[in-house]
Structures are given as structure tokens and as C-alpha cells.
């Protein structure tokens, strides 16, 4: 139903009229674990925004090596950035588990974003919330060592994916530490002796891929002691 596409920030405070629009030109796409969206450098053809599951965003380095720029999850939106650039798409998109992805076409989409100056206004403040992100993950990776990149991480991923619990906050984000370690430029073996140290000093726990935080407070120590 076109309602559904309330729950998207972007869309959020548009008319029911102008989402009616929007989901008529909308096509949703099933896709499994692996299957890949597009490829960087791909021509642009269309916004994605996650209905289910989950999707990384990658870049490869000049040297053949493998970043996770971000994981978007449901209800967020994938390439709206490229909307009036005319480029191609700036990184690979994979699904990292079964997931409902709506598709918007870009020409269509294009000339509805021209007729509701409220869609216009949503997509520049996704822009600079964006690239206030991406600055962020740029300035972990170029002046933090490995320890302070893999906590300034895990504290992001702390704000956007914690989840209160009694027994302490979960990220619910699913990561393997071979994906952590894709996500601050280390090694899987890197990131395996950190997380350890961490688990020991009662900090944090990991079980199958799900990271529990207890002492937010001293991650944050350990930050600043890094």
C-alpha cells in the first residue's frame, strides 16, 4: 500500500496525493542474500529505497581492496544523492540478506521531484545528513588509528542501530568481523584481537554477528585513550 511510504524520512511529510504518485511509479523488486542492486560506476537509472532486509554500499580502492561505506536497512534510501547529478552510481549496492527493495525510476521520479518543492527540501537535508556521515567516516579512517576507527564505528553504529534491551543496547545490524574490518580498512584478524579485548574488559558482547553494548561510557573511554 502506498502508506507504507509515510515511514520513509524522505517522504515523510509529503501529501497522500503526491505518495500515491510516488508508489504508482515504484516497483518492488525481491532480492536474495548476495544479489547486487548495481555496480559502481553503473549508469543511473533509478532510487532504491529498502522496504525489508538489509543492503551495503562499497567502494573498491585503487589498490583492489573492498570499504563498506554503509549498511542501509528499512525505510532508507539509496541514491538519492545522484538524482540531478547525471553520474553514475558512486558505489556497488548488495543485499547482505533477503530483502524487499522498492525501485523509482529516475526520469519519473525526476519530474515529480520538479512539481513538490517539499520533496526537493527532504532530499538536500538527506544530502547533508549524507555528507555529514561520510565526513565523519573520512575522519575516523584518516586521522584515527586502527583501535579509534573500530570504536568511532561501533559508537555510529551505536546511534543509528541500538536498541535498548535489558541486558545492555544491541545493534540491530547483523556484522561479521570481516565486515567490520571492510568498514575501517583493517584485517579480519585486526578487528578479532580489538573485539576480544573489548569482550574482556566486559564492554561488549558478540553472538552470532549481533553486538551487545554494556558500558557505553567506557567504549567511549576507550576512545579517547586510543
Not at 567502494?59 to 554503509?70: F, N, V
Amino acid at each position: 500500500m502506498w502508506k507504507e511510504l509515510r515511514g520513509i524520512s524522505l517522504f515523510r511529510d509529503l501529501s497522500d496525493e503526491f505518495l500515491q504518485l510516488i508508489y504508482s511509479i515504484a516497483q518492488l523488486k525481491r532480492v536474495k542474500r548476495g544479489e547486487i542492486l548495481f555496480f559502481e560506476g553503473d549508469p543511473y537509472v533509478a532510487m532504491y529505497v529498502v522496504r525489508t532486509g538489509k543492503v551495503r554500499l562499497t567502494k573498491t580502492t585503487p589498490e583492489g581492496r573492498e570499504i563498506i561505506l554503509y549498511i542501509r536497512q528499512g525505510g532508507e534510501p539509496i541514491g538519492a544523492a545522484m538524482l540531478f547529478l547525471d553520474q553514475p552510481y558512486p558505489a556497488t549496492a548488495q543485499a547482505i540478506e533477503a530483502a524487499e527493495i522498492w525501485m523509482i525510476p529516475h526520469g519519473e521520479l525526476e519530474a515529480l521531484v520538479r512539481e513538490n518543492p517539499d520533496l526537493s527540501i527532504a532530499i538536500i537535508r538527506l544530502l547533508g545528513e549524507r555528507l555529514l556521515q561520510t565526513q565523519a567516516q573520512m575522519r575516523d579512517l584518516a586521522l584515527q588509528d586502527k583501535w579509534g576507527a573500530l570504536i568511532s564505528t561501533l559508537l555510529r553504529l551505536y546511534e543509528e542501530y541500538g536498541r535498548q534491551t535489558p541486558h545492555g543496547v544491541v545493534l540491530d545490524l547483523a556484522l561479521s568481523h570481516q565486515e567490520l574490518a571492510k568498514m575501517i580498512g583493517s584485517t579480519r584478524e585486526g578487528v578479532n584481537r580489538m573485539m576480544s579485548q573489548l569482550k574482556k574488559a566486559g564492554i561488549l558482547d558478540v553472538s552470532r554477528g549481533q553486538i551487545t553494548i554494556y558500558l557505553v561510557e567506557e567504549l567511549k573511554s576507550f576512545l579517547k585513550d586510543s
